[in-house]
């Protein structure tokens, strides 16, 4: 089987270190290391974790129409972005569901995106379909990417280049790495400071061991990057949003820019714009929320979601025992009048009800650093 899956430029350093190996999104990818994943989630809140992400999508939109264009795409202020800002933004389609969920970076030549691994070929496809005759769009299979991640993410890739610590959360700039050029973003997944960095793929495997061989940092696989990002409250594609959900309903509508809105300079005018507007105006029936289980018992993905009665509300999308406040935590879609704070449903977990309470996100607060 793992012959039929796609290999990172790390994929051998991955084995050298020990990591146990897994499928995801068609890549033999590294769960954990021999530490385990709790460990590595604890050196990502303590000091400093490397993950290898270069199995997420790379690509370039190139041309002076090129901001322009995104925007018929996602409802997000792509034109207002400044050289060097990076955005959160979504596809969306007629229906107002999400295609997908994405990083834009303007550069000085170019838009660089970031895409979620299992939907890159849908997404370049998606582009090229829509916005093809007014950029350039141009995958960058030449590249890999690292997430640096942790309090001290900073003063681990300053030993390579201390201008790295001028950067502020979601901004980005060209630097010099190891003597390789790389891409630089203060930004991740995990709700700590740190960075992801764009390095060409031959050079990857030097710049890693660069990295891992400082005191400050230890590798980290896909386990905790889960588990940390559920406790930041991030959502991951294909588990707690896809088309089914809008962003509204996803409790993305922060994401949204008053220049892109009902009443903006620039509303509308992108896939499912009419549905979102009349959501936002009037709200939506189900929503996004977080839960805290009451009692010591995992809630996983897809466990039902019930009151006192037995009458279905809703659904877990995620779920794990969240390490750094020791208590089971989920993110689920609930019916909007029992999605207020501090309501408790009930989670059917192998024939019994699990008690949990709607808890604001993040369940461990974000400490990006803003300057």
Not at 1 to 7: N, V
Not at 34 to 45: D, N, S, V
Not at 76 to 83: C, T
Not at 209 to 230: M, S
Request: proline residues 7%; neutral net charge; glycine residues 10%.
């Amino acid at each position: 089987m793992s012959a039929d899956l796609l290999k990172t430029p790390l994929h051998a350093l991955h084995l050298e270190l020990g990591a146990r190996m897994v499928p995801f999104a068609g890549y033999d990818m590294p769960v954990n290391y021999p530490g385990g994943i709790l460990a590595e989630h604890r050196q990502c809140r303590a000091s400093a974790a490397l993950f290898d992400v270069s199995h997420m999508g790379q690509l370039r939109l190139v041309g002076a129409d090129a901001a322009a264009a995104l925007e018929t795409l996602v409802p997000v202020d792509v034109l207002g972005l400044a050289a060097g800002q990076q955005r959160y933004a979504f596809f969306t389609d007629a229906s107002g569901g999400l295609l997908d969920d994405l990083m834009v970076t303007r550069r000085a030549d170019d838009l660089l995106l970031v895409v979620n691994a299992g939907c890159k070929d849908a997404d370049t496809r998606h582009l090229i379909t829509h916005i093809g005759h007014r950029c350039q769009v141009l995958p960058m299979p030449e590249r890999a990417l690292l997430a640096l991640q942790g309090p001290h993410a900073v003063d681990a890739l300053s030993h390579l280049n201390p201008e790295v610590a001028k950067l502020v959360f979601m901004t980005g700039a060209p630097f010099k790495l190891g003597g390789h050029d790389c891409y630089v973003t203060r930004s991740g997944y995990t709700g700590e400071d740190g960075f992801e960095i764009s390095v060409p793929a031959d050079a990857a495997v030097a710049l890693a061991r660069a990295l891992i061989n400082l005191p400050e940092v230890k590798p980290a696989g896909l386990g905790a990057r889960d588990t940390l990002r559920l406790e930041a409250g991030l959502c991951l594609y294909g588990h707690d949003i896809g088309p089914q959900t809008s962003p509204i309903e996803a409790g993305l509508s922060w994401a949204i820019q008053k220049v892109r809105r009902p009443g903006g300079d620039r509303a509308g005018h992108y896939p499912g714009a009419d549905v979102i507007a009349g959501q936002l105006a009037s709200g939506v029936s189900v929503k996004r929320v977080g839960l805290t289980a009451l009692e010591r018992v995992p809630v996983r993905e897809g466990a039902r979601l019930v009151d006192a009665r037995g009458h279905k509300l809703g659904t877990v999308t995620s779920g794990t025992i969240a390490p750094t406040i020791d208590k089971p935590i989920a993110m689920a879609y609930l019916s909007a009048e029992h999605a207020q704070p501090q309501h408790e449903v009930y989670a059917e977990v192998r024939g019994q009800r699990v008690p949990m309470r709607v808890t604001p996100m993040p369940f461990v607060p974000h400490r990006y650093h803003r300057g």
